[in-house]
T-cell receptor, first 111, second 115 residues
């Protein structure tokens, strides 16, 4: 059974205060690791795909990195509009459709 | 371009009633997913369709749940009879070719409350 653990559960930041979210995973043959953002009352929105250890992806103030056991989502100089729940998901090499999601980290950025 | 459209957005029903949730995927997408989200279990895959054919329904909780995709532009998830433990947000998502890139397009969800 794939396991995805995200920490912390909640993160409160001041605007401009950079921080990182963690996603640790246990999966038999990782095919890919994915980050999504979910706003209240909305469906998850895709952010990044990471396929191999050492890979990095960036989008505006977000940067995702991957190691063999975990992934980090770095938020640099966050703004209030970065407030959301960030979800991490993994996919097995043997399966090209199933994503196993973590419980998410809820980020609140205060102005 | 319109995204994934789900209806109803909110449904409140009594235990034992039938519930039907509807989904219109993005035009041109050949993969459709139904997910359920709860505080306790997070996001769980219920069923996956590819080219309108159910490929994996192992996540469907029990026989009270059924899903259909009669054509490329419409899918339903039915719960009969509904129970309080079915209360959750149900998401439909669509994509090109499964989840090979990890990019699924989710609808805004249907929040179900069973009293």
């Amino acid at each position: 059974e794939d396991q995805v653990t995200q920490s912390p559960e909640a993160l409160r930041l001041q605007e401009g205060e950079s921080s990182s979210l963690n996603c640790s995973y246990t999966v038999s043959g990782l095919r890919g690791l994915f980050w999504y953002r979910q706003d209240p009352g909305k469906g998850p929105e895709f952010l990044f795909t990471l396929y191999s250890a050492g890979e990095e992806k960036e989008k505006e103030r977000l940067k995702a990195t991957l190691t063999k056991k975990e992934s980090f989502l770095h938020i640099t100089a966050p703004k209030p509009e970065d407030s959301a729940t960030y979800l991490c998901a993994v996919q097995r090499r043997s399966n090209d459709y199933k994503l196993s999601f973590g419980a998410g980290t809820t980020v609140t950025v205060r102005a | 371009d319109a995204g994934v459209i789900q209806s109803p957005r909110h449904e409140v029903t009594e235990m034992g009633q039938e519930v039907t949730l509807r989904c219109k995927p993005i035009s041109g997408h050949n993969s459709l997913f139904w997910y359920r989200q709860t505080m306790m279990r997070g996001l769980e895959l219920l069923i996956y369709f590819n080219n309108n054919v159910p490929i994996d329904d192992s996540g469907m909780p029990e026989d009270r749940f059924s899903a259909k995709m009669p054509n490329a532009s419409f899918s339903t998830l039915k719960i009969q009879p509904s129970e309080p433990r079915d209360s959750a947000v149900y998401f439909c998502a669509s994509s090109l070719q499964g989840a090979q890139t990890g990019e699924l397009f989710f609808g805004e969800g249907s929040r179900l409350t069973v009293l």
